[in-house]
């Protein structure tokens, strides 16, 4: 059987015998794989012209719930992928990480779309920046999508979760994807692909795969394209370097796998409850997948008073942890990818033991569960121990990528902090620490060093997810080591694969490119109330200038009694003119209530609700006897998709409000969001 790769809309075999790949319990040959024989530039013209315009003519929400729906139909056919899931050495709790985590990163993705960014083919990124003393020159910040395709180039040991995580922030982001998994561990990759090529959800040429080599693609990428690239720094470092990666400055974000660390708190002896989390952390990131993620803990910081309790409690747990294949009764942990990885996490492992002792396992005689230790990639949990880890280099620099991990002790908590450092850059590290200021000093002593940090104790076990998972809404990668770049994080993720520009010109020109009205340009009145109209008559820009209110003494007495709120400065005239202020004030809350009361209409219409308030600042007080008018503009227009659930079409406006006293002073401005009927779809 040949693994294969989906090019220009079309399923292909490699035109040779390829590479093998195996069952990595049993040995039983799964099938070949090769590239050879696709036309890589023609791949990559396919996802610019096909799959990029497809994806551009969308507005960023209709690719969210492009997502949304994939990963719903991805979560059915799951079961499909457990079974071939198993073939790769892998657990059903392993697979439940890299499948389901896999497509629970993709509903993530759909939803942090839905919220964070606008229902447009384009968003718009901070502030406006005030250019000019008149404000008549104005700048601002846009993002689009790229016109080219971002080629991810993935690891092993997630076939699944790898690609996912990757193509979600991609898609959204408009930009197509060239998928190109581990040769050995393609095939369930390959499953995946197909199941969302089956499924007819994405537009044609949005999503390519290669099995295989990538041949000259790297040849033909240009300033459009980016790369995402997971696997061994070395790898990394040789791809980053391609000539026309450098001569077309092709974006390329490096994770590469790392010497994580994994630090117990020194008051965090045995008999606490953060000493049994450390040990039950350390030997989980041992177990899981057979120790191969690029998060695994591969040095144990441990104080020098607890190394003994510490090197016998994770015995005693991994010993309790059957090595084996996963069909078989009891088995919790299942075997490497392959045998070539086997001998690489052996000759690590001999490496670190030339300034270690190997205190667990270690040896190639060991029990395998319902399996030939010979004729599968299994290898057994192994620790080792540093006694002088600041005298030994290859505690951090040799990457046993398997079910192996370190322990070195500390002194104090300096000498903590220095071993930490000492891995030169890692994915993440974790503190199990019950001492909030210890935790302060070591975070802050180690960040600069680190991803990500997980400080761990019993007050947030119970729904922490661990050391080792990474998470859709932060920042996934790391400086140094870990290859210098970021994965997930949310939106940020997102704008990876977006041009950021900056767009400078007149308030009326920032409002018409960004459909969002700009502050300064040309309002729109008209004798309808902009709250009699619906979501899709309103326009940006539409605006109402309210009557005048004077505030008087009355007015702040029954807000007072009303509120609750009796604060000097708005009673008590002698104590107010020791303030600020200089004399009693108006609430601030009076003062935007009062404005409400002005712009409202108060009949019933198509604004159905007040669905928010955003961005309040109050600029200068209001006083006793002041006069205050308001400006209300349409702002911004986000339509909503109807749920079920719903018995009417709906969308957000979000309205610029600016409250102005007698000598057209700014009092408040402030974002208000409505809620408003529009046309069902």
Request: contains cysteine; charged residues 20%.
């Given at each position: 059987m040949k693994i294969e790769s989906y090019a220009c809309g079309a399923w292909t075999p490699g035109t040779d015998a390829g590479v093998e790949v195996k069952n990595a319990i049993n040995g039983e040959l799964?099938?070949?794989?090769?590239?050879?024989?696709?036309?890589?530039?023609?791949?990559?013209?396919?996802?610019?012209?096909?799959?990029?315009?497809?994806?551009?003519?969308?507005?960023?929400?209709?690719?969210?719930?492009?997502?949304?729906?994939?990963?719903?139909?991805?979560?059915?056919?799951?079961?499909?992928?457990?079974?071939?899931?198993?073939?790769?050495?892998?657990?059903?709790?392993?697979?439940?990480?890299?499948?389901?985590?896999?497509?629970?990163?993709?509903?993530?993705?759909?939803?942090?779309?839905?919220?964070?960014?606008?229902?447009?083919?384009?968003?718009?990124?901070?502030?406006?920046?005030?250019?000019?003393a008149q404000g008549s020159f104005l700048g601002r910040h846009i993002l689009t999508a790229k016109h080219g395709v971002s080629l991810h180039i993935n690891a092993f040991n997630f076939p699944c979760w790898g690609m996912l995580e990757k193509i979600a922030p991609s898609l959204i982001a408009g930009v197509p994807v060239i998928v190109k998994p581990a040769t050995v561990t393609a095939y369930l990759t390959e499953a995946m692909v197909r199941?969302?090529?089956?499924?007819?959800?994405?537009?044609?040429?949005?999503?390519?795969?290669?099995?295989?080599?990538?041949?000259?693609?790297?040849?033909?990428?240009?300033?459009?394209?980016?790369?995402?690239?997971?696997?061994?720094?070395?790898?990394?470092?040789?791809?980053?370097?391609?000539?026309?990666?450098?001569?077309n400055s092709v974006p390329f974000n490096m994770e590469a796998d790392s010497l994580n660390c994994s630090i117990l708190g020194a008051n965090a002896g045995p008999g606490t409850a953060e000493f049994d989390l450390f040990i039950k952390g350390v030997s989980q990131e041992i177990t899981v997948k057979a120790g191969q993620k690029c998060t695994a803990i591969r040095r144990a910081i441990v104080p020098q008073d607890h190394i003994e309790a510490v090197i016998d409690a994770l015995k005693a747990r991994?010993?309790?942890?059957?090595?084996?294949?996963?069909?078989?009764?009891?088995?919790?942990?299942?075997?490497?990818?392959?045998?070539?990885q086997v001998e690489d996490v052996w000759e690590a492992v001999h490496k670190l033991a030339d300034s270690s002792e190997i205190v667990h396992g270690g040896k190639r005689e060991f029990d395998v569960v319902g399996a030939d230790r010979d004729k599968g990639a299994f290898f057994p949990s192994t620790l080792l121990y540093c006694d002088k880890p600041f005298d030994a280099d290859t505690a951090h620099s040799v990457e046993a990528f398997g079910p192996v991990s370190t322990i070195m002790p500390y002194k104090d908590e300096e000498e903590a902090i220095e071993l930490a450092r000492m891995g030169r850059g890692?994915?993440?590290?974790?503190?199990?620490?019950?001492?909030?200021?210890?935790?302060?000093?070591?975070?802050?002593?180690?960040?600069?060093?680190?991803?990500?940090?997980?400080?761990?104790?019993?007050?947030?076990?119970?729904?922490?997810?661990?050391?080792?998972?990474?998470?859709?809404?932060?920042?996934h990668g790391g400086p140094g080591r870990a290859g210098g770049g970021e994965e997930l994080g949310g939106s940020r993720a997102i704008k990876h694969y977006m041009q950021r520009t900056a767009i400078q010109g007149s308030p009326d020109t920032l409002t018409a490119i960004t459909r969002q009205f700009t502050v300064g340009a040309t309002p729109k009145t008209g004798p309808v109330h902009p709250f009699r109209k619906t979501f899709d008559e309103l326009e940006i820009g539409e605006t109402i200038i309210t009557h005048r209110r004077t505030v008087t003494e009355a007015d702040i007495v029954n807000f007072g009694c009303i509120s609750g709120d009796h604060f000097y400065a708005h009673f008590d005239e002698i104590a107010a003119k020791d303030s600020l202020f200089g004399e009693r004030v108006a609430h601030g809350y009076f003062v935007i209530s009062a404005a409400a009361g002005m712009f409202v209409d108060p009949a019933p219409g198509p604004v159905l609700a007040n669905y928010g308030l955003e961005n309040l600042r109050f600029v200068e007080p209001v006083l006793i006897g002041d006069t205050i008018q308001v400006r209300l503009t349409a702002k911004e227009k986000v339509w909503k998709a109807k749920r079920p659930d719903e018995d009417r079409a709906t969308g957000v406006v979000v309205w610029d409000v600016e409250i102005k006293n007698q000598n057209d002073q700014s009092v408040a401005v402030y974002d208000i969001l409505t809620l408003v009927e529009r046309a069902d779809d």
């Open positions: 799964i099938g070949h794989v090769s590239s050879t024989g696709l036309d890589f530039a023609d791949m990559l013209n396919h996802g610019r012209d096909k799959g990029g315009s497809a994806l551009r003519q969308m507005t960023i929400h209709d690719r969210a719930n492009m997502l949304k729906a994939l990963a719903k139909h991805l979560l059915d056919k799951k079961e499909a992928f457990y079974a071939i899931s198993a073939k790769t050495g892998a657990t059903r709790a392993d697979g439940w990480v890299d499948i389901e985590g896999g497509i629970g990163t993709v509903f993530a993705y759909s939803g942090i779309a839905r919220r964070e960014l606008p229902n447009e083919t384009f968003a718009v990124e901070g502030n406006v920046e005030m250019l000019s199941e969302i090529i089956a499924s007819d959800i994405l537009p044609e040429g949005s999503l390519q795969l290669i099995c295989g080599r990538t041949g000259d693609m790297f040849d033909h990428l240009n300033e459009q394209d980016s790369v995402t690239f997971t696997g061994s720094a070395s790898t990394g470092r040789m791809l980053k370097s391609h000539p026309n990666i450098m001569a991994l010993d309790k942890t059957p090595i084996g294949d996963p069909a078989a009764q009891g088995v919790r942990m299942g075997s490497l990818v392959g045998t070539d890692s994915l993440v590290g974790s503190l199990v620490t019950a001492d909030n200021n210890e935790a302060a000093r070591v975070v802050l002593g180690t960040a600069a060093w680190h991803g990500r940090i997980l400080v761990l104790n019993s007050d947030c076990a119970k729904e922490s997810t661990g050391h080792g998972s990474p998470l859709a809404p932060l920042v």
